[in-house]
C-alpha cells in the first residue's frame, strides 16, 4: 500500500501524541487539525484497511472508524446476497 501521503499529510511536523488522545476534547482537537488536510482520504484508508484501532487517522475517530468498517461489511455481505 502506497505511503507518500504521510509526507505530504498537515501533521508530518507535529507531535504524534496529537493523534492519539485521551478524550473527546482531544480528538476534536486533532480532527479539526485533519480538516483541512490534503491528503485525509488516504489516511483514512490506510487506516482502515490496516485495522488500526487507535488514534485519528483521515479526520475519523475510533468510533468512527469502527462504524465505517461495520458499513462495509454489511454492503459487501448484502452485495453477495
Ligand atoms: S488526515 Fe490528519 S492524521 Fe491524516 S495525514 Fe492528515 S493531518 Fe495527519
Not at 3 to 16: E, F, L, N, S
Not at 41 to 68: F, K
Request: glycine content about 8%.
Amino acid at each position: 500500500m502506497e505511503t507518500d501521503w504521510m509526507t505530504r499529510g498537515k501533521c508530518r511536523d507535529m507531535d504524534p501524541a496529537v493523534f492519539f488522545p485521551s478524550d473527546g476534547v482531544g480528538v476534536q482537537a486533532a480532527q479539526r487539525i485533519c480538516a483541512d488536510c490534503p491528503e485525509r482520504m488516504p489516511c483514512l484508508e490506510y487506516a482502515l484497511q490496516n485495522h488500526i484501532d487507535h488514534g485519528v487517522w483521515g479526520g475519523a475517530s475510533e468510533r468512527e472508524r469502527r462504524r465505517l468498517l461495520r458499513q462495509r461489511r454489511l454492503t459487501v455481505v448484502r452485495s453477495r446476497s
